[in-house]
Every structure is written in C-alpha cells, then in structure tokens.
C-alpha cells in the first residue's frame, strides 16, 4: 500500500508539473493566472477597504468566468452528443456527411486510407482506441493547420511518455465518399509520420462496423461526395 501511495503522488505531481510547464505556452491558461492574480489582488483591496477593491475583485472574477466557459466550449467538442459551435471564437460546427465508404483491412492489420485534408494528400490509420484524430507537426505544416488561438494544450500518453499537443480545427478533410468539415485535430509532434483517425469524426456517422476484413462507414447525411480510397 505504501508504494501505491508514492505512485499516486507522483502522477498527481507530474500532472502539475505538466500543467506549470504548458502555462507560458498557452493563452488562455495564462489568461487564467493573471484573472487569479487580479481577484486576490482585489480582495486584498477589499479587506483594506480600498474604494475600487471590489472593482478589481469583480473583474477577476468576471474574467475567471469567462475561461471557464471558453474551456467547456472546447470540452464540449470531444462529444458528439453536444453540438457546441461559435464560430465567432474559431470554433465552428462539426460536420461528417457523405455516403457509405468501405475501407478494407491491411496486411498490418489495420485500416488505412488516403485523404485530402484542405486539399492536401494525407494517409491516415483509423484508430477506434483514439478520442481525438491527430496529426503528426509535419502534417499540420503541409496541409496549414495551425493550433488554435487561446487554446488549452492536450496531454496525450504515447510509446515514448507523455506529450503536450495543441488543438487545431481541418476546415475540409475527404475520403472515400465521405467529407469531415470543421473538425477538431489535435497536432501531436510525438507521432512522426502517422497521422490518426479517432472517434471524434467515427462518432459523427450513422454507423460504423467491420464486416468480412472491412471497415464499413455510414454517414448520417448521405451527401454526393467524390474521393478515392486505397
């Protein structure tokens, strides 16, 4: 029991530690340490009864309350459950439509296939283990997608630890008969070159299902799309 103990203890600080690390890399978590600042700052005016403490005070709070909402929106859009779109902050509706695409098994197992993303040829693996799609920093530089203003950094556990990747939004991404517009990626420099399909585009679609070595895609939407699969 001891050692569990340590252990928990080290991944609550490791956490912390990663939490420190990513805060001069991201907006918004540096927007949280000064909105922090500004509120104690502000009840310490207030409890010296300064006449614009409560000023203060009150901004900090307001500014909190602003984060927090910012950091529900990008939540929210791992689950398709809750359509959140406000395009006004670069977040912009999810879309996955099109027709059935059948994808068939590789001989390493897993299923590939070749995409435009932004108009540019990109191979993917469709990982059903994975939360987000992700693309590898060579990916993101060759189709332009950049991480998203303000946004709060991803830890993700790969082969070689754990890694922070910054979230950005693929404004078009085809294959097969099926086009994704607005999805959320994130851009993870640990992948090298393997970029991922995850549950966050598999979860937009009607159904998906493997029948005989093959990978069947159903959108909920059935849109004329035009593609080509290897």
Same mark, same amino acid.
């Given at each position: 029991?001891?050692?569990?103990? %340590?252990?928990?203890?080290?991944?609550?600080?490791?956490?912390?530690?990663?939490?420190?690390?990513?805060?001069?890399? *991201?907006?918004?978590?540096?927007?949280?340490?000064?909105?922090?600042?500004?509120?104690?700052?502000?009840?310490?005016?207030?409890?010296?009864?300064?006449?614009?403490?409560?000023?203060?005070?009150?901004?900090? @709070?307001?500014?909190?309350?602003?984060?927090?909402?910012?950091?529900?929106?990008?939540?929210? %859009?791992?689950?398709?459950?809750?359509?959140?779109?406000?395009?006004?902050?670069?977040?912009?509706?999810?879309?996955?439509?099109?027709?059935? $695409?059948?994808?068939?098994?590789? %001989?390493?197992?897993?299923?590939?296939?070749?995409?435009?993303?932004?108009?540019?040829?990109? %191979?993917?693996?469709?990982? $059903?283990?994975? #939360?987000?799609?992700?693309?590898?920093?060579?990916?993101?530089?060759?189709?332009?997608?950049?991480?998203?203003?303000?946004?709060?950094?991803?830890?993700? *556990?790969?082969?070689?630890?754990?890694? @922070?990747?910054?979230?950005?939004?693929?404004?078009?991404?085809?294959?097969?008969?099926?086009?994704?517009?607005?999805?959320? $990626?994130?851009?993870?420099?640990?992948?090298?070159?393997?970029?991922?399909?995850?549950?966050?585009?598999? *979860?937009?679609?009607?159904?998906?299902?493997?029948?005989?070595? #093959?990978?069947?895609?159903?959108?909920?939407?059935?849109?004329?799309?035009?593609?080509? #699969?290897?």
């Amino acid at each position: 029991m001891p050692y569990m103990g %340590r252990v928990d203890l080290d991944g609550i600080l490791e956490a912390i530690g990663n939490v420190i690390e990513q805060t001069p890399q *991201s907006g918004l978590l540096m927007a949280t340490v000064v909105a922090v600042i500004v509120s104690w700052i502000g009840s310490g005016l207030v409890a010296k009864k300064v006449p614009f403490g409560r000023l203060v005070r009150a901004a900090g @709070s307001l500014a909190l309350l602003g984060i927090f909402v910012a950091v529900i929106l990008q939540v929210s %859009r791992f689950d398709p459950r809750f359509g959140m779109a406000v395009p006004q902050l670069g977040l912009p509706e999810q879309v996955v439509e099109g027709n059935e $695409t059948r994808i068939p098994l590789a %001989r390493d197992g897993h299923f590939w296939l070749q995409a435009q993303v932004n108009g540019e040829p990109v %191979r993917f693996m469709i990982d $059903t283990g994975a #939360t987000l799609t992700a693309v590898s920093a060579n990916t993101a530089d060759q189709v332009g997608l950049e991480p998203r203003p303000g946004g709060i950094p991803v830890m993700l *556990s790969t082969a070689n630890g754990t890694i @922070s990747a910054e979230i950005g939004t693929i404004d078009e991404m085809r294959f097969g008969n099926v086009v994704a517009r607005g999805l959320d $990626t994130v851009i993870a420099p640990g992948l090298g070159d393997t970029n991922v399909i995850g549950m966050n585009l598999l *979860s937009r679609l009607a159904s998906w299902r493997v029948e005989e070595q #093959t990978l069947i895609l159903v959108p909920n939407h059935p849109q004329p799309v035009v593609a080509e #699969t290897e």
